[in-house]
Nanobody, 126 residues
């Protein structure tokens, strides 16, 4: 069974940091682009960041640029999202997703990704 599992979410104060992990099981991430998405209550799911299969291309939403960093360790079959300088508006459920159709030049379009994790809650609050 192809599965992605996110971890690392939690409650953090504004200005704090969290590192999310996305681990794959049942398949290897080597040939997949990975995207991180988030969905806040009452809002549509939005793209946060994505990384190409070889890690050579990364993309960030304007709202997180300069604060978040995406990386991958294919040997560990895991992708990470380092989130610094967190703001209350970053509060959301964060999802990772894998897609192999645009693995070299991924974007933050949801339709490019067909394997999704169950999400992890990130709450930024004092």
């Amino acid at each position: 069974q192809l599965q992605l599992v996110e971890s690392g979410g939690g409650l953090v104060q504004p200005g704090g940091s969290l590192r999310l992990s996305c681990a794959a099981s049942g398949f290897t991430l080597d040939y997949y682009a990975i995207g991180w998405f988030r969905q806040a209550p009452g809002k549509e799911r939005e793209g946060v960041s994505c990384i190409s299969s070889n890690g050579g291309k990364t993309t960030y939403a304007d709202t997180v640029k300069g604060r978040f960093t995406i990386s991958r360790d294919n040997a560990k079959n895991t992708v990470y999202l380092q989130m610094n300088s967190l703001k209350p508006e970053d509060t959301a459920v964060y999802y990772c997703a894998a897609g192999d159709g645009y693995s070299d030049y991924p974007t933050l379009m949801i339709f490019e990704y067909d394997i999704w994790g169950q999400g992890t809650q990130v709450t930024v609050s004092s």
